[in-house]
């Protein structure tokens, strides 16, 4: 199985930080890499697709990039209710595999 | 509205079996893949298991973890999809949550049902 591995586990920001996460995958997945929001006690939500592709109606402070094996999820400005957990996920082979998630809390 | 819904859940002895369901409505049901994914609790997301369109004759994928002892069906008069889950373990307790994905590789898990729990415990 591909492993995808998150950094950080979590993380403290303010409102207004410019927010990375990085998702490595043990070997190339083609760029068939998606991101994921879940707020707690919520159903997760779709950010991104194939890397880099905004899901419709998802602000554009939310962007994905990378290749390869190495991707990242980006918010530009953090909004008070972006505090939520991010997953990657990788289906470029099966089983599709999920990374570990990143917790966005509030410093 | 798009939307799915799971029922089914609830508390079962370990060894015992349980069918989730998935109601969909406000999409052509029939054309897409759809998928299981759990959520044990305070965890995080695990794909359990695929059911693809009849377009590929309804083949279906599984994790290790579940493959032969989970099934998943579906049944496109009724825009529904089930999962049986037999020889149920502890490690099965999780939110069960269906999901749909397009034909293909690029759009996966677009959409997602408000999930259904199930707890495996004496």
């Known amino acids: 199985d591909i492993q995808m591995t998150q950094s950080p586990s979590a993380m403290s920001a303010s409102v207004g930080d410019r927010v990375t996460i990085t998702c490595r995958a043990s070997q190339g997945i083609n760029n068939y890499l998606d991101w994921f929001q879940q707020k707690p006690g919520k159903v997760p939500k779709r950010l991104i697709y194939?890397?880099?592709t905004l899901q419709s109606g998802v602000p554009s402070r939310f962007s994905g990039s990378g290749s390869g094996t190495e991707f990242t999820l980006t918010i530009s400005s953090l909004q008070p209710e972006d505090f939520a957990t991010y997953y990657c996920l990788q289906h470029n082979n099966y089983p599709p595999t999920f990374g570990q998630g990143t917790k966005v809390e509030i410093k | 509205e798009v939307q799915l819904v799971e029922s089914g859940g609830g508390l079962v002895q370990p060894g015992g079996s349980l069918r989730l369901s998935c109601a969909a409505s406000g999409f052509t049901f029939s054309v897409h893949y759809l998928d299981w994914i759990r959520q044990a609790p305070g965890k995080g997301l695990e794909w359990v298991g695929r059911?693809?369109?009849?377009?590929?004759?309804?083949?279906?994928e599984y994790a290790a973890s579940v493959k032969d002892r989970f099934t998943i069906s579906r049944d496109d008069s009724k825009n529904s999809l089930f999962l049986q889950m037999n020889s149920l373990k502890a490690e099965d307790t999780a939110v069960y949550y269906c999901?749909?994905?397009?034909?293909?590789?690029?759009?996966?898990?677009?959409?997602w049902g408000q999930g259904t729990l199930v707890t495996v415990s004496s």
């Open positions: 194939s890397a880099s």
């Open positions: 059911i693809r369109n009849k377009a590929h004759s309804y083949t279906t």
């Open positions: 999901t749909r994905s397009t034909d293909g590789w690029f759009d996966w898990f677009d959409l």
